[in-house]
């Protein structure tokens, strides 16, 4: 017959078992070394390994919803940024700089936003919008770039400003009550 003295003194104390699980998960929040230590992007070595590829950093942002935000920021070279919203009240922030970047914003859905900010050569930009009430901008400060702007629906402002030299980027508007404004 055992005692239950016996068992008591065979198991860890509960203490120690707390302790080296919260020490466990601590050690496995702290980031290695050489990530996140700087907030510069275009330095592979502050990214983790599979957000690299052979294009350089990718980003992507998909909501479906109301009341949505969406946002990404790069810089570096060959980076790709795509934002795909659907719903009510989404906006959608792009800024880049660096060589041969894209960024891709599709809305569909009421009082939508999009932005995309470009610097740099070889960089592309496509806005596309449907819906109601939706503003729309797009800056590229680059040499050797490319825009495709679409908006239908009722109440859309669209800005653009480009400083590549050569034709306008292809806009389409369908709608009342649309606004363009163009800055080269």
Request: glycine share 12%; net charge neutral.
């Amino acid at each position: 017959m055992m005692n239950a003295t016996f068992l008591f003194r065979t198991r860890p104390p509960v203490g120690r078992a707390c302790l080296r699980l919260g020490l466990t998960a601590l050690l496995g929040a702290i980031p290695l070394a050489g990530h996140g230590a700087s907030p510069d992007l275009s330095m592979p070595g502050e990214l983790p390994p599979q957000e690299l590829t052979h294009l350089g950093v990718q980003a992507h942002i998909a909501q479906r919803g109301a009341m949505n935000t969406g946002e990404i920021t790069q810089k570096g070279a060959d980076s790709a940024a795509s934002i795909l919203q659907d719903g009510l009240h989404n906006r959608a922030d792009t800024s880049q700089s660096g060589v041969g970047n894209t960024a891709v914003i599709q809305q569909a859905g009421v009082n939508n936003e999009a932005q995309i900010i470009q610097a740099g050569m070889g960089i592309w930009g496509e806005i596309h919008q449907t819906g109601l009430s939706n503003r729309g901008r797009l800056e590229q400060y680059a040499s050797n770039s490319y825009a495709n702007l679409n908006q239908i629906g009722s109440f859309n402002q669209l800005s653009v400003t480009l400083t590549t030299p050569g034709p306008l980027a292809p806009i389409t508007q369908i709608g009342s009550g649309l606004k363009l404004s163009v800055y080269r």
